[in-house]
């Protein structure tokens, strides 16, 4: 009960991205690019789902939950790590550090849960097409976003609360570009293992009951598409879904590919952390708008009111 007393530490020192001494300016307009890039990007989904009413269905709904986690993922890590790449005091305060390792847990265990139902979504929409509307209701969608939402949030809470009532003594740098369990977890001065167990059980049992549901929901929609006998029917129900595995990919292959390392350098650590937070929320926009034709002509009316339309777009197909 009196472990928070001997607590001393009152900032920790970001030591920042292994191995890239010299890189710094590089890196701050590279970051800074993909950074502005994704809130950017996002803002533009959010407003054209927002605006057009032809896209206020579930499957946008979740799009725009989405667009929402993007902005905000990218946002944990990436203003501090710009900060010191620009030369800036790499220091965070111990109240910075709980925070950034809250919501960094917290949008990413929403992440996980939110990709699950916009798979259960596909599965409703290819499998039970006739009953779709009924199925996904209003009450439905808003039940299953709010509960994503919470869900992170109490993740998020069991792992920063076993995080920091631990006691922190000298030395305080962290070794690595933001304040992540492993790294923070090495610099208590007190037995860690019960947090170690209970931060891998809680994160890899999200991780791989989240992928298992999303494989069954994706198992089945296989199943129902091999069943649809025209090859355009095949064609055009396969390509809704397109855009979602593809993004389910850019998350779980970075991090299926660092687990599966036996010893996993801090380099490909931190590449894989940076795929997550700023690649990842930046690819996502553009993987759903390229890929969707209600997406691509919001855009270009939304693009249109302000003057600027980059799209070259004709018009939406009849259906």
């Known amino acids: 009960m009196e472990m928070k007393n001997y607590t001393v530490v009152t900032e920790f020192i970001l030591l920042g991205i ?11 307009a590279l970051f ?9 990007e996002n803002v533009l989904i959010l407003t054209a789902i927002i605006s057009s009413s032809h896209l206020h269905i579930p499957m946008y709904f979740f799009l725009g939950n989405l667009s929402i986690f993007d902005m905000g993922f990218s946002s944990v890590t990436s203003p501090k790590m710009l900060f010191y ?3 800036q005091t790499p220091a965070i305060s111990f109240q910075g550090c709980v925070v950034q390792l809250f919501f960094y847990h917290f949008l990413g265990g929403t992440a996980a849960l939110l990709y699950t ?7 409703v929409a290819i499998c039970h097409p006739l009953r779709y509307t009924v199925i996904m209701n209003h009450k439905l969608c808003f039940i299953l ?18 995080t920091f009532q631990l006691p922190y003594c000298d030395p305080n740098q962290v070794g690595y570009y933001f304040c992540d369990l ?15 167990w209970v931060s891998f059980t809680n994160v890899g049992l999200l991780l791989l009951i989240c992928f298992f549901l999303i494989l ?13 006998r025209s090859v355009e029917g095949r064609r055009r129900a396969f390509s809704t879904c397109t855009a979602h595995l593809t993004a389910i990919l850019c998350v779980y292959g970075p991090i299926i590919i660092i687990y599966l390392q036996p010893t996993p350098s801090p380099l490909l650590g931190s590449v894989v952390q940076i795929l997550n937070n700023l690649v990842t929320p930046m690819l996502n926009p553009l993987i759903y708008s390229l890929r969707n034709k209600d997406v691509k002509f919001a855009l270009h009316k939304v693009l249109s009111v302000r003057g600027i339309s980059p799209l070259s777009y004709r018009g939406r197909k009849k259906r």
């Open 145 to 162: 976003a709010t509960s994503t939402w919470m869900s992170g949030c109490v993740h998020a809470t069991i792992l920063t609360s076993l």
């Open 182 to 196: 492993p790294a923070v977890l090495a610099l208590a001065c007190a037995d860690t293992s019960l947090a170690q």
């Open 85 to 87: 790449l620009s030369g």
């Open 216 to 228: 069954i929901s994706y198992t089945r929609i296989r199943i129902s598409i091999s069943r649809i």
């Open 117 to 123: 139902v916009m798979a259960y979504d596909r599965f």
């Open 32 to 40: 800074l690019s993909l950074y502005l890039c994704t809130l950017s």
């Open 18 to 28: 292994p191995e890239t001494e010299g890189l710094e300016t590089m890196l701050f």
